[in-house]
Structure formats: C-alpha cells, structure tokens
C-alpha cells in the first residue's frame, strides 16, 4: 500500500468515501424523526504539530527503510493519526490532530523492524505499528511524554505469504496483509483463513493478531488467536520465534503473551495460522425468536451439544426492529421479535447435515423459519455499517460500539447493566441495540451499538456513557473487552480485570522485553 492508494481510508471517515452509499431517505426520515434535523459539517483540511524528531535520526530511518519509505507529508500523518473510534472520527473532524505522528516509517523486512527499534531505543523515539489502522480503542496512540518524537511503523509493505503447508493445513503470513490481500492469496491455494471481523477489508493479519480479533464467522472458524499455531516478534532485547508444534506442553503459552499485546511488547513480523479448504458452498437462514432471552438459550443449547453453525447471530429486540425500518434488508420477518441469523458453510454435503440438525433443533426450540433472505441480505450489507456511521455523524447523530462477553449465566445481568447504564448516561432518547455474535460452550460475547443526538460536547458526551458501561460490565463480573482490545480507552479498567498480581507480570514482561518503554507507551500496561 502506498499513500493515494485506493486502500488508504480517509483521515476521519470509513474506507473510501466513494463506496460509501448516502444515507438513504429512509433511514435519514427516521433519523431526523428521532432526533431531529442536523447540518452535515463542512469537510477541511487541517494543520498538524510540528514533528520533533531530530534530522539526524530521521536521516538514520531513511539509511534502514531507504529514502522512499521514511514519509513525513502532512497528507500521511493525517492519515496515521489515531484509528477509528467514533471519538477519534470526533476529533479528526475537530481539525485535532495532536496525536499526529512526526514520521511514517515503512519497512519491508523483519530485520529491518528490528533495526528500526534498535535506533528507536538509542534516540529514544516512541514507536506506534500501524496495521489497517482500524483500531477502536486508542491502541495508535502514543503517548510523546519524554519521548524525542513518534514514529508510526507501518506494516504495509510486508504483504507476503511466506509459507503455505497444505499438509497441516497453515499458512504463514506476513503482518501487512489486509484481510482480503491475504484471503485472495490463500485462495490461490484453495485456502480460507475464515476471518471476517466488520473490519476485514482494511484490517491486517498483525492487527488481528496485536488485538486477539474476533470475525464474524468465529462460531465455525474460532477467534484468530485461536487460529494462531506460530509468530515471530521483533522486540527491543531481540527476535522471538514462537510455535513449534499443534499442541505442546513445554511450559506457559508464550504466543499468548504476543496475542493481545497491542504493540506494546514487540512488532509481530510474522503469524503462522491454521487454515481451512475453501467453501464450496455457502448458506444464510432467517430464524425469528420471540424474546432475546429465547434466542439467546437457543444459541447455548446449541454451543453446549456441538451444533454451532459457521456464522450464528442474535439481534435483541430492538435492534431487530431497526433493521425492520429498512424491510429490503431483512425480508419478512416482519412481526416484531428478534432475528437470528445461521450462516453454513464447507462442502456441500457438510453443509447439509450441519444446517438440517441446527434447523431441527432451533425448530425445536420454538423458533421459527424465515427463510434465506434474511440472511443472504446479511451477508450483502455485513460490511457497510461503518460507512453509515460516517453518514450518522454528518447528520449530527453520535454512534458507538462497545462489547464484553461473559458466562451464559450471567449474560442477562449484564445485558440490562450495561443498556441501564448507557441510557442512564445519555438520556432516555439513546437507541441502544445489542447482538450476540459470538458465542462459546460456556458464554457469550454481548455487542451494543448506541445511538443518540449529539450533545454541545459529544467526547465527552460519549466519554461518560463508555465510562458508565464498562464500570457496570465490571461490577457484573463481565470483561472489558471481547475483541475490540484495552488500547488507551480500557486501560484504567485493566486493572480490575486482572488484579494487581496480573498488572505486575504485565508490567515485569514490557520491562523485560521493552526496558526503555519505547512500544506503544500508554497503551494496554497499568
Ligand atoms: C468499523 C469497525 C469494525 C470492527 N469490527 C471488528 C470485528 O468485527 N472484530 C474485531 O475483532 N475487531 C473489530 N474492529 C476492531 C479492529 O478492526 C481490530 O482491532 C483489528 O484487529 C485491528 O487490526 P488493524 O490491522 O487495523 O490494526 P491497527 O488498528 O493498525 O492496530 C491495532 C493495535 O495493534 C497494534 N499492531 C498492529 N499491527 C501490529 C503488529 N504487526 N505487531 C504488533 N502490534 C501491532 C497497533 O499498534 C495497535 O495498538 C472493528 C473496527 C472498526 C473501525
């Protein structure tokens, strides 16, 4: 990828622009019903902080990446300031582009990684990897306290798939690899990784590792840390290769350690995951339950007797009920309820059997059929909800996304906790809707999206609310994050996940393998 590429997203908006479809009169009518007209603000280009970064050391990056990969226009660091947070869409919008890198480094190797954090350590620079960019919980933000300046390490350029074993089924790829760079590589081979989190088309595999992402599919395919059999990490004390066989018992998993480090304890140059044989067919059924609560133990009975299908969601009432506000896209599961969607996929023959025996017990359990259309316009429209959130914003109208996951017995609680808290924030006119998505034997992972019109302040409007929901995920026993990572905006929280024995193996593991804290500083460690 190289800047003005088409797969470059814009500094405070979704991907590129010129997919984005306008916000079609329907749906603008029901926004402006709900919270009345709004102007769409005017679209700037605004100035950046002067970089600090000594010529010398920007001189010495340009002798390891080469000339043409040591960037330092305003265009770009735009560009890699922050990720894609409603709040950090907020503040680019603002014109606030403090957290601005002063270069973008871009190397191609992973000795030329290791080179980039030698130097960094000597001239003490803080170094942010850059990935897709897609991060939501403030993991590109270096903080530049004590730091001579900031570089973003974009992986952009290492796009390889290094090895493919179609014997055991893994394939080793480099960390630049956005989802569908590295889905149309596989594909050359007849090979699916499965990994389709909302933010595929720009995320990249060292990102879905960094942050322990969760695709759409998890039900069939996993989480990708689970994907994950081998990576090799360039820290500031030296390479790390981890993964040597499936399964091994030759002390803690330090991979673990890698997955979820959001950056803060090495660059990952390399992931070798496990990968599955291309579909040969695929198939999305509607299924209409009465209550949240009825679907939801559907989902259960069906994760507790080894039924899952590939894909397996659960809109709650009121997030059912949107979508009904747009009836093309969930044909005709028009009486109210709540709309579950099964996904299959494999070969055809597997995905016969599978989707008769979850059909017959979802039957069973008292849901009923609606037919593909639900679920073929699903799949369809799975991938533009961030452009309508940038269509939301133009028109005044604050959306967010917050997640945790917790046991099946606990899940009602936090449910009402965290919609409790959330209006109780906002105001009785929030929208709040929620999904289950991802679902385990013994829990599942809860998804809010919230809506509401935009206050005189909304950072900090949004900034109550989120501090409202994660206090009440906590006090529920729930965590603080399912798959959207700790970043800078759950830190505070971490804390309480882990207890002050966790924060100090975390603390012992950044200092032993990042001494002079130049990762990600503020990101993720207590
Ligand atoms: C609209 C939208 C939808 C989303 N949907 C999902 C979803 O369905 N499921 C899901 O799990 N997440 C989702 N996310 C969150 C986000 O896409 C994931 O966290 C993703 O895994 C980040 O990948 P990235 O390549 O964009 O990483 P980046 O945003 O570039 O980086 C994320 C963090 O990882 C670090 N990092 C990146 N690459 C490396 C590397 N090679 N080595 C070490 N550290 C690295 C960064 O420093 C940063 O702290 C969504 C985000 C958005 C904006």
Same mark, same amino acid.
């Given at each position: 990828?190289?800047?003005?590429?088409?797969?470059?997203?814009?500094? #405070?908006?979704?991907?590129?622009?010129?997919?984005?479809?306008?916000?079609?009169?329907?749906?603008? !009518?029901?926004?402006?019903?709900? %919270?009345?007209?709004?102007?769409?603000? !005017?679209?700037?280009?605004?100035?950046?902080?002067?970089?600090?970064? !000594?010529?010398?050391?920007?001189?010495?990056?340009?002798?390891?990446?080469?000339?043409?990969?040591?960037?330092?226009?305003?265009?770009?660091?735009?560009?890699?300031?922050?990720?894609?947070?409603?709040?950090?869409?907020?503040?680019?919008?603002?014109?606030?582009?403090?957290?601005?890198?002063?270069?973008?480094?871009?190397?191609?190797?992973?000795?030329?990684?290791?080179?980039?954090?030698?130097?960094?350590?000597?001239?003490?620079?803080?170094?942010?990897?850059?990935?897709?960019? =897609?991060?939501?919980?403030?993991?590109?933000?270096?903080?530049?306290?004590?730091?001579?300046?900031?570089?973003?390490?974009?992986?952009?350029?290492?796009?390889?798939?290094?090895?493919?074993?179609?014997?055991?089924?893994?394939?080793?790829?480099?960390?630049? &690899?956005?989802?569908?760079?590295?889905?149309?590589?596989?594909?050359?081979?007849?090979?699916?990784?499965?990994?389709?989190?909302?933010?595929?088309?720009?995320?990249?595999?060292?990102? %879905?590792?960094?942050?322990?992402?969760?695709?759409?599919?998890?039900?069939?395919?996993?989480? %990708?840390?689970?994907?994950?059999?081998?990576?090799?990490?360039?820290?500031?004390?030296?390479?790390?290769?981890?993964?040597?066989?499936?399964?091994?018992?030759?002390?803690?998993?330090?991979?673990?350690?890698?997955?979820?480090? $959001?950056?803060?304890?090495?660059?990952?140059?390399?992931?070798?995951?496990?990968?599955?044989?291309?579909?040969?067919?695929?198939?999305?059924?509607?299924?209409?339950?009465? =209550?949240?609560?009825?679907?939801?133990?559907?989902?259960?009975?069906?994760?507790?007797?080894?039924?899952?299908?590939?894909?397996?969601?659960?809109?709650? $009432?009121?997030?059912?009920?949107?979508?009904?506000?747009?009836?093309?896209?969930?044909?005709?599961?028009?009486?109210?309820?709540?709309?579950?969607?099964?996904?299959? $996929?494999?070969?055809?023959?597997?995905?016969?059997?599978?989707?008769?025996?979850?059909?017959?017990?979802?039957?069973?359990?008292?849901?009923?059929?609606?037919?593909?259309?639900?679920?073929?316009?699903?799949?369809?429209?799975? %991938?533009?909800?961030?452009?309508?959130?940038?269509?939301?914003?133009?028109?005044?109208?604050?959306?967010?996304?917050?997640?945790?996951?917790?046991?099946?017995?606990?899940?009602?609680?936090?449910?009402?906790?965290?919609?409790?808290?959330?209006?109780?924030?906002?105001?009785?006119?929030?929208?709040?809707?929620?999904?289950?998505?991802?679902?385990?034997?013994?829990?599942?992972?809860?998804?809010?999206?919230?809506?509401?019109?935009?206050?005189?302040?909304?950072?900090?409007?949004?900034?109550?609310?989120? =501090?409202?929901?994660?206090?009440?995920?906590?006090?529920?026993?729930?965590?603080?994050?399912?798959?959207?990572?700790?970043?800078?905006? #759950?830190?505070?929280?971490?804390?309480?996940?882990?207890?002050?024995?966790?924060?100090?193996? &975390?603390?012992?593991?950044?200092?032993?393998?990042?001494?002079?804290?130049?990762?990600?500083?503020?990101?993720?460690?207590?």
């Amino acid at each position: 990828m190289t800047p003005g590429d088409a797969r470059e997203m814009h500094p #405070h908006r979704w991907g590129d622009p010129a997919a984005a479809a306008a916000l079609p009169d329907a749906a603008r !009518a029901l926004v402006e019903l709900a %919270f009345g007209a709004a102007e769409t603000p !005017a679209v700037e280009e605004f100035a950046l902080p002067e970089p600090t970064l !000594a010529e010398e050391v920007v001189a010495e990056l340009r002798a390891v990446v080469g000339d043409e990969h040591v960037l330092a226009d305003d265009d770009i660091r735009r560009r890699r300031t922050r990720g894609k947070s409603t709040p950090d869409l907020l503040k680019a919008r603002a014109g606030d582009f403090a957290d601005a890198p002063d270069v973008v480094v871009r190397p191609a190797t992973h000795d030329q990684v290791q080179a980039v954090l030698d130097l960094a350590v000597a001239r003490r620079v803080a170094v942010v990897p850059f990935g897709g960019g =897609t991060a939501v919980t403030g993991g590109l933000v270096a903080l530049r306290d004590g730091f001579t300046g900031v570089i973003s390490l974009d992986l952009g350029r290492m796009k390889g798939v290094r090895d493919i074993d179609p014997v055991s089924m893994t394939a080793t790829l480099e960390p630049g &690899l956005r989802g569908p760079e590295a889905e149309a590589l596989l594909g050359e081979h007849g090979l699916t990784l499965g990994h389709f989190p909302q933010s595929f088309e720009y995320a990249s595999i060292g990102g %879905f590792a960094a942050t322990r992402s969760s695709g759409q599919s998890s039900a069939g395919y996993g989480r %990708f840390d689970a994907m994950v059999v081998a990576l090799t990490a360039a820290t500031p004390s030296g390479r790390l290769d981890l993964g040597t066989a499936p399964a091994t018992a030759a002390g803690p998993d330090l991979r673990q350690l890698l997955l979820g480090s $959001e950056g803060t304890l090495g660059v990952i140059t390399s992931v070798t995951v496990r990968v599955r044989a291309l579909p040969a067919t695929t198939a999305y059924d509607g299924w209409r339950w009465p =209550t949240f609560g009825e679907g939801a133990t559907a989902m259960r009975t069906l994760a507790q007797s080894g039924l899952l299908p590939t894909v397996l969601r659960l809109s709650d $009432e009121t997030e059912t009920a949107l979508n009904l506000a747009r009836p093309e896209s969930i044909g005709g599961a028009g009486d109210g309820g709540c709309l579950m969607v099964a996904g299959y $996929e494999g070969t055809r023959a597997a995905v016969d059997a599978r989707r008769a025996a979850v059909s017959a017990a979802l039957e069973d359990l008292g849901g009923v059929p609606l037919g593909e259309e639900p679920g073929t316009a699903w799949v369809r429209g799975r %991938f533009h909800a961030p452009y309508l959130r940038d269509s939301m914003l133009d028109v005044g109208v604050l959306v967010e996304t917050l997640e945790t996951a917790t046991f099946w017995s606990s899940l009602e609680r936090v449910y009402a906790a965290v919609r409790e808290a959330l209006t109780g924030s906002l105001g009785d006119q929030a929208i709040v809707l929620c999904h289950i998505s991802h679902v385990y034997e013994t829990g599942a992972s809860l998804y809010f999206t919230v809506a509401v019109k935009q206050g005189e302040d909304p950072l900090a409007q949004w900034r109550a609310a989120k =501090t409202a929901a994660t206090d009440a995920m906590v006090d529920a026993g729930a965590t603080i994050t399912h798959h959207h990572a700790v970043g800078t905006d #759950h830190r505070p929280w971490l804390a309480r996940e882990v207890g002050p024995v966790g924060v100090q193996i &975390l603390r012992a593991v950044k200092a032993s393998l990042d001494p002079a804290g130049v990762l990600n500083p503020g990101v993720l460690i207590p």
